[in-house]
């Protein structure tokens, strides 16, 4: 249901902007989520990095984001934004969305590779 794109390989401070479009849902039950991005670096558990309400009025970051990371959606169009400035190496890993709380399966996630 959730498709990630955007991902690839990028040098410590570059930026990358990724998107999700929630294929396979109503408009209705999309506006009606809470939706958050995700990441699962190699052998580490998955951890929330970002999450927004229904009407985006209300955002959250991780600490290790804070500050350089930044969520959006757009209700219109089913997707959902992760900007992602200044990266570093630790921010390396495969990135997925879902609502809050999540549901499975899960999308095939995009990844996202920071090297010098």
């Known amino acids: 249901q959730f498709v990630e794109s955007g991902g690839g390989l990028v040098q410590p401070g570059g930026s990358l902007t990724l998107s999700c479009v929630a294929s396979g849902i109503t408009f209705t039950a999309f506006t009606s989520a809470n939706m958050a991005w995700y990441r699962q670096a190699p052998g580490q558990q998955r951890e929330l990095v970002a999450r927004i309400t229904i009407g985006s009025a209300y955002k959250w970051y991780a600490d290790a984001v804070k500050g350089r990371f930044t969520i959006s959606r757009d209700n219109a169009k089913n997707t959902v934004y992760l900007q992602m400035n200044s990266l570093e190496v630790d921010d390396t890993a495969v990135y997925y969305c879902?609502?809050?709380?999540?549901?499975?399966?899960w999308g095939q996630g995009t990844q996202v590779t920071v090297s010098p």
């Open positions: 879902n609502k809050v709380p999540y549901q499975t399966p």
